[in-house]
């Protein structure tokens, strides 16, 4: 089916792997896109939600370039009348937004609804947990987005992805991964066995284009089905791989717990700071991962997931391994670094 | 597979007409029973659980006389470990109670998770509309029992019934009905062909049962799919079947509305007086109903439900027009009657 993608976010980290999942796919992309041989005659036109104080930055001008159609947007200045006039006429929305930036899309889900969207992908992206609280802040905020969709019976995607390779890995003692890590500080916890779901976040985008062409996954939650990891599987491959002897620290699940506690509070004491904010989501993370075990296939089918596994058995997921291997090789990218660096060295 | 069931409600409307499902089914029930020709080997045994101040009352009495065993808890004044160990053993834990007694089940779902119950079946049973406060007093409160669950990763399944016949017909000028009549005054909404599920409240055990013996609801929302009507098409039934002209009010989608907000303000006033709460829910689920049409097979397939239909095409479930043949004959019940009276007069 022919169809009209709007990405909102797609100069972020998951929007931007997003779009390239798009257009990698060859199905979306516009005639005027030199860089896509692929397209089909399911083709039609990618777009991205952009705001007016964005339109002059190279990563804007990228967009264009790449035939990304550019929709200016102001989600916070403007009326929801105004967004739905921009959303009109488009197939499928997806949202990819900061971790401070959830509840913005209430306005969007209102717009998208008006505009009579025919699927909407909320910003999910993230580790399976259940709604309720258990993770207070982003999956909470994430909930009540869904709750306004079906406030709508606006037809919807919710896709997470697990954790990604790119964060997960430890440091090494000879500093040759210091490039891109992002992790925490090299720590396992309590016996390190519980299993994670995580997958290469270029994979997001890969499989986002197939979930959005497929009925199947209409009003239905996805998970993608990449790697099944637990910490000790993870310093196994890093150590083989690279030769070295990883030291680990260690913590207990009531010293996670206790540290979930203390963020939460400073947290809720300094509602604007997000540091504050950064830490105690990040608090929560570590608990779901390893002290509640969420995060994992089980998990996600028991909370109404489909995983992706099961509805593309053709696609082959990166894996961890072959993340690390690029990873030792000098060639992963450091998450969230400046953009504007960023497109300029792909410019050159 | 073999399994004993418990019932929390055993009692009550939801609870009673439970327990008649899964006798008749003849799957769980007591070698005693002396009602059942139907056991097979899957039979083992049906339980209520039931409070201290009620054991000496008729109707726990006659659930011992039909082979019922009464396991005696309070769950207001009970530990968690003290209802653990009473639910130790049971495979399916059934809970269906009254519309002020839904957070209840908070500790029931902490007691059912440590007693490691295979299926947890929490208080549904009523129309369909999404979380998030569109029914911002019983579903919310629902929706907090599910969340529950989530958290402890306890298996379950959430069964929704669609609005029963019982409560859905206009009385007659004759008054041949008013013995039974539960309803909201022969008022109908806009234009009358708001759609909505329905079901006899009498079926809910019967595919209860049938729920609860299949694997493939484990982890799943299910719909008991029986008629789907409108106000229209009830109206029409009732007139050609009574021979009687109905003369009905009228009430605009803006009218449902007004009424829905005065009706919350005013329980938000009065939160310990249980006639504003049940003034409030009967408003929300009439904007649920009628304004939203959130209460329909489309918009429970929507939000992830599975309907009993094709679950289980076999299954005949009764129809309105066949209620209306019994209510004509002065068959039906009123519900919520004195139970004592009730019992009295089935003991007779």
Same mark, same amino acid.
């Given at each position: 089916m022919a169809q009209k993608v709007l990405i909102h976010g797609a100069t972020g980290e998951t929007g931007g792997d997003i779009l390239d999942g798009l257009v990698a796919d060859g199905?979306? /992309?516009?005639?005027?896109?030199?860089? +896509?041989?692929? %397209? #089909? *005659?399911s083709y039609q036109e990618i777009a991205a939600l952009v705001r007016p104080q964005s339109l002059q930055k190279l990563v804007t001008k990228s967009l264009k370039s790449r035939g990304v159609k550019v929709v200016v947007s102001d989600l916070v200045n403007q009326d929801v009348e105004e967004i739905a006039d921009l959303l009109a006429g488009y197939d499928t929305v997806i949202s990819a937004v900061a971790t401070t930036a959830q509840l913005d899309q209430l306005k969007l889900v209102d717009a998208a609804a008006k505009a009579g969207i025919k699927r909407f992908i909320p910003c999910g992206f993230t580790s399976i947990s259940p709604p309720?609280? /258990?993770? +207070?802040?982003i999956r909470t905020e994430k909930e009540k987005i869904h709750e306004r969709i079906w406030y709508h019976h606006l037809p919807y995607t919710i896709i997470d992805s697990g954790t990604w390779y790119q964060i997960s890995f430890p440091s090494l003692p000879s500093g040759k991964v210091s490039y891109a890590f992002m992790g925490d500080g090299n720590t396992i916890v309590a016996d390190g066995n519980a299993p994670n779901l995580m997958v290469d976040k270029r994979d997001i985008g890969r499989l986002t284009a197939r979930i959005i062409k497929d +009925? %199947? #996954?209409?009003?239905k939650r996805v998970f993608l089905h990449a790697d099944v990891l637990t910490q000790n599987d993870i310093w196994a491959i890093m150590e083989r791989k690279s030769g070295e002897k990883i030291e680990a620290k260690h913590a207990t699940h009531d010293e996670l717990l206790a540290k979930m506690h203390t963020a939460r509070a400073v947290c809720m004491k300094n509602p604007s700071d997000p540091r504050m904010r950064f830490a105690a989501i990040s608090a929560e993370y570590m608990v779901c991962k390893y /002290? %509640? *075990?969420?995060?994992?296939p089980q998990n996600a089918r028991y909370l109404g997931y489909i995983g992706t596994r099961e509805l593309y058995p053709d696609f082959e997921p990166n894996t961890f391994s072959a993340f690390v291997d690029e990873l030792l090789a000098g060639q992963a990218k450091k998450l969230y670094r400046d953009k504007f660096e960023f497109m300029q060295k792909k410019s050159t």
């Open positions: 199905s979306f /992309v516009s005639p005027s896109n030199p860089i +896509s041989p692929h %397209r #089909t *005659q309720g609280g /258990v993770m +207070s802040l +009925s %199947r #996954t209409l009003n /002290v %509640r *075990q969420d995060n994992n």
